[in-house]
């Protein structure tokens, strides 16, 4: 099964943000395109609105001005639904409404013919419920585009229960030709991105909730420790609380209310009154003139330790051991069982956090970081009868590291590997669920949200064992079943035990 023929015609409707953009995408590949819009005149603003960003992409040498008149005279504008006639595919990006949608696919199905692929790019519907009133429902496909779809490479090509499979393939190809990296998805709530990125809002906001550290911290160790490019505090603001919000709600209700999916009840507060982020001036940060952005924690500067034991293998943090070295510290290496531990001179213990509480006042957690040499922050965490010369002992070796520390409270799992164990958790349930495909998987979750790293790649570069322990651990703290890592991670974990021959 191959990609639409470039001479066929192309129709979206809905022209706003994501029908103009969809819109392009097809043109510049070459279709011919038609736009209809319900609201009068519409359909001409987008051509226009479109018209215009050609002309920017002629500016910056990216279109031949040739190119672009040909584009131009392509596009065309429909007065009504009838004018889509003969068309081979049509991208629906209407308002996000179930009943607005299945009417105008079934007023479409009066349109083309039997041939023409029916598309929707909805971001939280079910597929499978927005084709579910179609005559012809296997011609029936999601193609969820990220905005702004010109730029954005992603495309979830999503496969609703009565979608025949050559219409998926059809779409598949077809965005490719249109240059997009398309990834094949079940009809499932969020798809791919929307359900496996929940954890990164979702452990950020539990950390708050749970007093374990302010938003400018949180999002200050999240980018600083975990690589993200924006911690979730300040991403929210600027996606919009509600909007992140309601995709957080439809999730959780099209899952049946799974309480992974939870929503967070400060989130609702913050939309309730008001507060949507940088759209409203004031989100979980304050962007009205003369506002000041409030610091993340950061411990004043303390000694570095003389020398450090290092005890077995630190596991994902086996780079510190050289660093350390690099900074000039003594590192004396000893035996040890189990997870590896660093033990400083005052004889306390600071460890990777697993998921425990640190409720001994000799031990000190650190968090997660994605490349301990390339972070710029690492929060440390214990709990508040710890001796403080050791918090300082432990604060004082990373600054020699080059580090910034910020102490957070001591909520289990901390902030990055909590967050990074629930993303490859959320991950492996979807792929032992038969959602995608793991390298679907970790291409979207980079190009859709970002990542420095898809969650199999992460899993893979921390240890098969690492999530499910972590999780297993902070499930045991927290037993809502919210962090309970799912049946296939402990497969995988279990799996990965059998063949290295470690008694699970
Ligand atoms: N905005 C995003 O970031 C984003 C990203 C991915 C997917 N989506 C999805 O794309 C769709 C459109 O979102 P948007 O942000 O472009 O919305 P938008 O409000 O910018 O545009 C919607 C357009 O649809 C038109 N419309 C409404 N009902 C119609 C009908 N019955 N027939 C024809 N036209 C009609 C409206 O006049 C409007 O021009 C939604 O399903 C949304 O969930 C949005």
Redesign the pocket.
Known sequence: MTALDLSSPVAV?????????IAQVALVAGHPVRL????PG?ARE?ADAIGARLDRLVEKDRLTGAERDAARARLTPAET?DGLAGCALVV??????LD??Q??FRALEDVVGEDCLLA??????SVTAVGGALRVPGRFVGL????P?PLLPLVEVVAGFATDPASATRAYETARAWGKTPVACADTPGFLVNRIARPFYAEALAVHEDRGADPATIDAVLRGSGGFRMGAFELTDLIGQD?NESVTHSVWQGFFQDVRFTPSLAQRRLVESGRLGRKSGQGWYDYRDGAERPEPHTAGPAEAPAYVVVEGDLGPAAELVGLIREAGIEVRPEDGYGAGRLVLPGGGTLRLTDGELPVSEDLVHFDLALDYRAAARIALSATAGVRPSLLSEATGLFQALGKKVSVVGDVPGMIVARTVARIIDLAFDAVAKGVAAPEDVDTAMRLGVNYPLGPFEWSRRLGDTWAYYLLANVHEWEPSGRCAPSLALHRHAEAAEDREGTPS
């Open positions: 409707v809905g022209t706003g943000t994501m029908g103009q953009g209809y819009d319900a609201a519409r987008a639904l629906e990006a209407v308002v996000e409404r607005v949608k009417e105008l929707t790019n909805t971001s939280s519907l969820h585009f990220f905005n779809a909007v």
